[in-house]
């Protein structure tokens, strides 16, 4: 599904919910089939370890959907967080409807490739995680998002890159010093 109105289609009990900055609308541990497109407004979703510490996997903006779609393909309890980090405007519909939905071979086909695509982001970000540098996540999260870095704090770009708010000032200093002399 690409659209919200292809959703709605699909979940004819689908809510358009508004939240306050700051409330969670998904706790970790709990049981859930819900998925979230966002109308307005900004969510993310991360993980805590267990030193107590962020771990961002997603930041999801205006037309993003967003959920724990591991937890509810294998019906396990979530491993994510997902919160407001704007006051937002969001569609919350079950997920259950896309396994009850009659849809035609081509809504199939495209779905399929949907998937396909966010299996290759998501690919292409592990690995950059563990090989490419501090500087080009940072470029490849720009690039990704490039109206987030006026939206979230710094330190919430740092957890998502997997660095510290230390080294993302670093290589900000550098990104803008490079501009300047470009």
Same mark, same amino acid.
């Given at each position: ?6 959703? %709605? =289609? +699909?979940?004819?009990?689908?809510? =358009?919910?508004?939240?306050?900055? $700051?409330?969670? /609308?998904?706790?970790? $541990?709990?049981?859930?089939?819900? &998925?979230?497109?966002?109308?307005? $407004? ?9 030193? $107590?510490?962020?771990? /961002? ?7 993003? +959907?967003? &959920? ?7 019906e396990r309890? =979530?491993? %994510? ?26 809504? +199939?086909r495209k779905?399929a490739h ?37 939206? /979230?704090?710094?330190?919430? /770009? &740092?957890?998502? %890159? ?21």
């Amino acid at each position: 599904m690409n659209s919200l109105s292809e959703i %709605l =289609t +699909l979940d004819s009990n689908a809510k =358009t919910k508004e939240f306050k900055r $700051g409330e969670i /609308i998904q706790r970790e $541990g709990t049981s859930n089939s819900f &998925a979230f497109y966002v109308k307005k $407004g900004l969510l993310r979703s991360y993980t805590i370890d267990e030193k $107590g510490k962020e771990h /961002i996997f997603l930041f999801a903006s205006e037309g993003w +959907l967003i &959920a724990d779609f591991e937890s509810q393909e294998f019906e396990r309890p =979530t491993d %994510l967080f997902i919160d407001c980090l704007e006051d937002s405007k969001v569609v919350v519909f079950n997920r259950e409807c896309f396994k009850v939905a009659a849809l035609s071979d081509e809504q +199939l086909r495209k779905n399929a490739h949907l998937m396909a695509r966010r299996i290759a982001v998501l690919q292409k970000r592990v690995i950059m995680l563990m090989s490419a540098s501090a500087k080009d996540r940072y470029n490849k999260f720009l690039e990704t998002y490039p109206e987030l870095p006026n939206r /979230i704090p710094q330190r919430m /770009i &740092a957890s998502y %890159l997997g660095i510290t708010p230390q080294a993302l000032s670093s290589i900000r200093r550098n990104v803008l010093k490079s501009r300047q002399f470009s």
